[in-house]
């Protein structure tokens, strides 16, 4: 087990304090919502018997369908989110009602996205039930053995999460953009209440919070590892710019790492933890170089298909 200066037990209730706060900020800022309201049922019909889905059927690109389809799977995989946290946090006091109210709350958006994925027919309705079964068959998530990892992991996953929906709601059409737009607000507040009781972790146990800091960026994978031919929907949602290494550097690692939690100005580091920070700053630095090389790859590659376009005679 990887070691914490604070015991598990001793963080967990010294910061319950902390998540009766912010439950309680986030019940007043959350905003109820239906998903019915969301999805365009005029545009729907049944499916014959034999329907064969077919890419025509859909006027989106293959990397948004892709981005579309992780998007969903992810969400799909709750049951075993909830598992996890339940499991570390414990289901008492405010720690259960949170975890509680954030599972009502996630439920909605496995909802609102299959449904508007089916009645518009934006993908393989059989596939994706196919990939549902595989994905919840298997049950995998991540699942840290210590409370300050799942916390980090968790503040971090849930704003990579925001912005994957959000960054594809935009490349969609204006029913669809709404539809993972009231998702992706859903995530934000998810993602404020973890990142805030983290802050208040790090102040408690400072040591065991970087190295469980550096631990998480080390291994962070973007939401949706597991899923089935994963590697290739990554690849397209890297293309499409839904999320790829210079968000994931410029919007999750140098906004919440470095500025909200203030890694390199955290004092009173045991010499583990010291070596940890310095590790940890050196990775978000070659991750901000990776996606400074994807970029330029990309824009590359464009300004190659310009190239290839014949000039209008
Ligand atoms: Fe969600
Ligand atoms: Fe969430």
Redesign the pocket.
């Known amino acids: 087990m990887a070691a914490a200066t604070m015991p598990p037990a001793a963080l967990l209730s010294e910061l319950e304090p902390d998540v009766a706060r912010l439950l309680e900020r986030h019940l007043i800022q959350a905003k109820e919502w239906f998903p019915h309201q969301l999805v365009p049922y005029s545009q729907g019909q049944d499916f014959d018997e034999g329907y064969e889905w077919s890419p025509e059927e859909t006027e989106l690109p293959d990397t948004v369908r892709s981005a579309l389809f992780v998007n969903l799977l992810t969400e799909d995989n709750l049951p075993y989110y909830f598992r996890a946290i339940e499991a570390t946090f414990g289901r008492h006091e405010a720690w259960g009602e949170w975890n509680r109210r954030?599972t009502a709350?996630?439920g909605r958006?496995s909802i609102v996205i299959r449904d508007y994925l089916t009645v518009t027919r934006a993908v393989d309705p059989v596939a994706l039930e196919r990939a549902r079964m595989a994905q919840v068959s298997t049950g995998q998530v991540p699942e840290p053995e210590l409370p300050h990892d799942v916390l980090v992991y968790v503040a971090l996953q849930?704003l990579a999460?925001r912005i994957a929906h959000h960054n594809t709601g935009k490349l969609i059409d204006g029913v669809g953009y709404e539809v993972m737009k009231r998702v992706a607000s859903?995530?934000n507040r998810?993602h404020l209440f973890y990142r805030d009781l983290a802050a208040a972790a790090l102040e408690l146990d400072p040591s065991g919070m970087v190295l469980a800091i550096e631990r998480q960026v080390r291994d962070f994978e973007m939401p949706g590892t597991g899923i089935v031919d994963f590697e290739t929907h990554a690849r397209a949602i890297a293309k499409a710019g839904i999320y790829d290494f210079t968000i994931h550097h410029g919007q999750i690692l140098v906004p919440v790492v470095l500025r909200h939690w203030g890694v390199e100005d955290v004092t009173g580091l045991s010499d583990e933890a010291e070596e940890a920070r310095d590790a940890l700053l050196t990775r978000i630095d070659r991750i901000g170089k990776a996606g400074r090389r994807q970029a330029r790859k990309r824009l590359e590659a464009e300004a190659a298909l310009v190239d290839r376009v014949p000039e209008p005679v």
């Open positions: 954030w709350e996630e958006h849930e999460t859903d995530e998810h």
